[in-house]
């Protein structure tokens, strides 16, 4: 006898597997989904630093700088490692979509670059420094003498904006060493904290502009790439404003509370939550890094306690 199939028995019976919900279109989506090329330093400070920004916005790199360029597995970026003079060349031709480089890179390429955005860090000076033992009266001074620098478009433009006559000497990398090998009177290279000076006997004595790391874009970037960059623009965002930014929690008593909330403006207001203790009030907000100690110093005066100050990972505005 053979059994008949129940009308209201499914077609495709459901063993011990839970179906995913992705389809293969889905899958096969994803894999093809443009990936954007982000040329970083190949070693370095900045390099490292670039590394940790990702890391920091949740996208894994494996592999390391003896490759010329690393996926990441995922997000939809590969890493490019270049050297950092190569860059500039790189993002004007297409190779690289984006880039972290410093300003003061792309100021000496002169190229049709766009900035994204500053990061914040890698920040220096790019500066005029001469002997110790020199004496210095102004930019006159710098007439007739011989500048070594690794910067040669960005020092002929400054001298000729301030109509100085000096011979421009082009060095590539220990720049600071001219002076004391005879080959320049003065050199032009990025400073930091200056110790790089002070060991080889220079002074600080123009300085030309500042610079930090920004993320630069190449002026053919197409629109799926752009879709990839704004994925990417936003994680940054969220890093970069939460280093910024401190969560800080603190108890007081009710009647000290609109006192507090004139110290406490919070992104929007402060979030006030009643305590078991009657009279009581925990006051949650979100401060600048830049006005911490001002502001614990007038939480204090207004009559907050237990105050408790958290750092804050990632902040979505």
Known sequence: MVKQKNRNQPDVQVGFFVSSNRTPEHHQKKENMRRLKIAIQKSGR??????????????????????????????????????????????????????????????????????????????????????????????????????????????KAFLTQNSINAEIHEISGSVEIAPNLGLADAICDIVSSGSTLFTNGLKEVEVLFSSEACLASSPILDEEGRVVLDKLLFRIKAVLEAKNKKYVLLNAPNDRIEGIMRILPGMKSPSIIPLAESGWSSVHSVIDESQFWEIIDQLRDAGAQGILIVPIEKMIL
């Open 46 to 155: 900045l390099s490292e630093d670039s590394l940790q920004l990702l890391k920091e916005c949740g996208i894994s790199i494996d592999g390391s700088s003896s490759s010329l360029i690393v996926p990441s597995r995922n997000f939809p970026v590969d890493v490019l490692y270049l050297r950092n003079s190569d860059i500039p060349q790189y993002l004007e031709d297409g190779v690289a979509d984006v880039a972290i480089l410093g300003e003061n890179t792309l100021i000496e390429a002169k190229k049709a670059i766009k900035v994204e955005l500053l990061l914040g860090f890698s920040k220096c000076r790019v500066s005029i420094a001469v002997p110790k033992s020199q004496q210095y009266g102004g930019l006159v001074d710098l007439n007739g003498k011989k500048l070594a620098t690794s910067y040669p478009n960005t020092v």
